[in-house]
Every structure is written in structure tokens, then in C-alpha cells.
């Protein structure tokens, strides 16, 4: 059973080692507006007006070229990108906010013609995702079958998540989110349908986590456990992730393993496992094993998320598409005024028009 509480979602919350004004968090969402693979002014401007959120949760950004497999998302794996963020966490900061950079490797969802030049699609496995990605040049593409990374590739890999999270936080950032959801590199070596390695990556659920977890630990030994969190998002399919017998038993490690570790936070998307008893089960179990913030996402309204705080089901709730429309989301939860919906054509065009031009009330 879980405790009761009367946490609200307006009151302030620590999380790490820094205050939250609320506990409305932005989620992190790819907008596609990094030309050159920077954030620009237009980027800035974007975050600074949802400054308001308890935390904003930046898009994926990449931790090295080999993970910018989209058109037009940012990395934060050199100075020159280092230097651009620091522009967007100090904007960010001086509106009274709070930022985490998300750091997501595509791996097998990434394309050659988004990349740089000698850079390499990976993944735990030669597997390719049966789906198509957007180039710029070349309209939609289907997705190359990636390079099984050896182990080199993956002490690297792992090495340039703790180079980025030590860059994002050079640059002024609070902590960095560790992209371990929706089918990018680090789902993909949690799922034995797309990581069917025969090492100690591959096979047990053990050997499956552990990528995941030495990510973790290595950026937590570089920037401080109490900045660091995790995206996951148990039952995804999302991707092409087939669904896998073992999912709960794989959470319920993983969750015991981040407690050990002692991050700050875990980012749970629960709408694929609210659809069965078990995934419902594995959300308490996760937040049994795991006894830091949790924050949940999917699909949240006021009354939903408000309902997940005053049962103990949550410590923060994560909204997404809301914050596209609704820069001021915060305030309009507070007021009860209607919320604007997004223009889903304007979710990841080059532009301001559909992200810098939704009214603040
Ligand atoms: C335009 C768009 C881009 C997104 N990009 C990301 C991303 O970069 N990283 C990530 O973890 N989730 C991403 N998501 C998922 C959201 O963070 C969130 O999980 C999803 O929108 C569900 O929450 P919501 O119902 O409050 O919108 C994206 C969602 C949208 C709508």
C-alpha cells in the first residue's frame, strides 16, 4: 500500500540537491530545430518561456555523433555545442527555472544521411528497427541494419555519456536524463528481441541491464549521483521493441540496481504498462524498489496527476505535448484555463512558427 499524502502539485519539491518551484515537470521532446546540431536562439527563446515548469527536461540530445540519428537534434558532445547550451541553461536560470539535459543515443534508430561524416549507426545487435526515419535529403528512408557494437564500441559508448553529463553541466545545467526509453540505444540493449548478444551484454537479465547500469554509474562517478536520472518506459513497443516475457522481472531489477546506485530520479512513461495487471503491478514495484523521486508521464491531466500525488503514486508528474501549446503550463493548470491544443505538422519542422509563437496565457 501506498501512503497517502497531501503533496499538491503547485508546491515546491527537492529533487537531488535542488528546489523545484512545482512539481509540473516538462518532458523531454525532440523539436527537430537544432540546425548544425546546435541549439540557437530560437531554442533558448523556446525553453526560457517554460521556465516556469519545476523542471524543464530538455530533448534528446546526443552524446556523440555516432547518436544523432534525427535530422536537426542537438549533441552536446563538443565545445562549440557546450558553449550554445550554456546560453540556454543561463536563459533557462535567470526565468526562475530549472533544467536537466536528456541525453539520448539513437543507436539502431539513426540514419547516415542525419549524420556526420565517419560516424557509425550501432546498436547491441545487427538488428534492424522495420521502421522508416526522416533524412532531410532524402525524405523518408527505411532504417539500415546497424553495426553490432564490440566491445570497444561499447567502452566508448559509455565513456561519451560521462564526457556529455560533464559537458551539460559545464554548460550550467542542474543534472542530465539518462534516455533509457522508447526504443533508443539503451531500451534497445534491455530487450532480448533487439539485443541478442551472446557476451556479457546479452542473455540474462543481468547481462541485459548492464550497459544501462554502467552508463549510469559512470556518468554518476563523473557529475554526482543527485544529477543524475533515467527515462525508461517498461512494455514500449515503440520503435520496433517487441513486446518480451520477461519485462516485469527486467524492471525489477533494474529499479533495485538504481536504488543502489543512488540517482536522483526515475522518469517512468506508464502508458504501456498501465494496459495489463502486471505492468500496473511493476509501476508499484518500481516505486517500492526505487525509493528516490519518481516522476511519471503519459497522458496526464490535472486530475489524473493530482490523484497520482495524493495516493503516493508519484513524487513529480512529467507533461509533454501540453507544454507545446501551453508555454505557461504551470499557470494554467493553477487557473483552470482550457488548455491550447499543438499543431502536430509543426512538432519537428525546421521553424519558429508552431514552437517559439504559442501565447504565454
Ligand atoms: C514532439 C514530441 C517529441 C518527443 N521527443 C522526446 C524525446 O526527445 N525524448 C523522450 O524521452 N521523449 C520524447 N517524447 C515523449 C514525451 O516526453 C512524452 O513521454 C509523451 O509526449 C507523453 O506525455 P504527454 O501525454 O504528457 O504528452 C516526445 C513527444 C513529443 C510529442
Redesign the pocket.
Known sequence: MQEQSNANLFDAASLGAIELNNRIIM?????SRAIGNLPNDLVSTYYEQRASAGLI?T??VAPSPNGLGYAR?PGIFNAAQTAAWSKVAVNIHKAGGKAFV?L?HTGRVSHPANMPEGTVVLAPSAIRSADNIWTDTQGMQPLPVPKAMSLDDIKETIEEFARAAENAIVAGFDGI?L?G??G?LLEQFLNPHVNQRDDAYGGSIEARASFVLEAVKAVANRIGAQKVGI?L?PYNQYNDMPAYESTYATYDYLSRELQQLGIAYI?L?D?AARSSEEGLKLIDTIRANFTNTLIL????TIERATEALKTGQADLI???????ANPNLPHKLRTGAPLAT?D?NL??TAGAEGYVDYPAN
Open positions: 518532458a523531454p521532446m525532440t523539436r527536461i530533448e534528446g537534434i536528456q539520448m536524463e534516455h526509453a522508447n533508443y527515462r518506459s522518469h512513461i502508458y508521464n503519459g497522458g496526464y512529467s507533461f509533454g505535448a501540453p507544454f507545446i499543438a502536430t512538432f519537428f
